[in-house]
């Protein structure tokens, strides 16, 4: 194997998000324009300042067995739900080396979380004060650690070319699927599930972010409240669940008949050097990311029809990404459909990417860019083409791209663009 | 009051069950925790601690690896309850 420029596509795809318990079920949300988000009824809920939320369509008890859901944080049971999808979406049978179209040595497994087990962390933490050493589980450190999910979900297909946990909060899950595209590209890997997972809902992170004001107070309009682009944005609205990618040689792929979603270009990644939390407000931390992205690749921006934006709906970082655009592409930008379904999904950090690399593949598939809702009074500052209220057509005829962008506290920045075939 | 033989096994089936979801009237006396029943030392470690607070007994790391079998079990609750 001495080449080391393969070209990479997407041949299977699964997810478990606000939207639905599946990929299907949650394009049908997306393209509907319905929000996952809704008051939170817990009991811890009720005096917190922050009282949404965007619970996972289905709950995983309902789908992953009692005796092998008490050993895995939420997380990477919702990792294993849109993984499992994935990789029966892609047309395998079994496990790697069981299913003889897949050599276990030559498969990766890249799935991220921003946060990782951080129920399992605080929930354990209180048996240990409430019920004493012993009855701590023994699952806790496997079940706790970042890791766990990407683990897990190579266990189960049983990958050993490489697992690997890119941790870059927000932009975890992009990172991850940026890594598994250049497993493959410069031949680690023939094939990588790929993706993001999270699955933070719990107080102790929802009064934190409330308290960095990054999060929507406006608990009277749970489903109004992630509004990215209008002018009343006030903070994201947490989400939880996982999207999951099949990423495989295009050479691997078309040897065993497999059906391509779209190409995987590449992936440019930058890093602001701005600020811990604040986006660098100019733009140009992500207007580098995009550079990278056009050096690194053979995108051409006549042909990006569609933008799976970050806007997790906060004042300044919506704007950042518009302006990092025009910087970039120019004029190009007046042909690009850009859509914030985190109006829809709530943001869901280190799953948003994995996720949204789900939308914006099926975006392509489907040649339709789900709407961003929730924009009453489009902000004025808006510099570009937002799809708002209702799905748009993408063009039908002809190779089109899009970009999925993804960034996070600490100034990750990370753009994966796809194409058609 | 002490449990007799059958009502340790049918307690320790519970556990398991819960546990490792193996079906309690697949847990008998000579089956080995690990490569009948699915439970790996992880769980192993669960299932102690059940088997403890269940049957009020005390039952040191250093005695777990000797529980290999649910007889094993048994006999060492049997003789350990108080």
Redesign the interface.
Known sequence: MNATNHSVVVTGIGATTPLGGDSASTWQGLVAGRSGAALLEEEWAADLPVRIAARAAVDPSEVIPRPQARRLDRSAQFALIAAREAWADAGFTARAGEDASVNPDRLGAVVASGIGGVTTLLDQYDVLREKGVRRVSPHTVPMLMPNGPSANVGLEVNARAGVHTPVSACASGSEAVGYAIEMIRTGRADIVVAGGTEAAIHPLPIVAFGNMMAMSKNNENPQGASRPFDVDRNGFVLGEGAGVIVLESAEHARRRGARVYAEAVGQGISADSHDIVQPEPSGNGIAHALQHLAANTDLDPAEVMHINAHATSTPQGDLAELKALRKVFGDDVDHMSISATKSMTGHLLGGAGGVETVATVLALHNRTAPPTINIDNLDPEVDGDIVRDAARELPAEGRIAALNNSFGFGGHNVVLAFRTV | MAATQEEIVSGLAEIVN????IPAEDVQLEKSFTDDLDVDS??M??VV?AA?ERFGVKIPDDDVKNLKTVGDATDYILKHQS
């Not at chain 2, 819960?18 to 979801?21: C, D, H, S």
Request: charged residues 30%; proline residues 0%.
């Open positions: 819960e546990i490792a979801g992880l769980s470690v669960e601690v403890e």
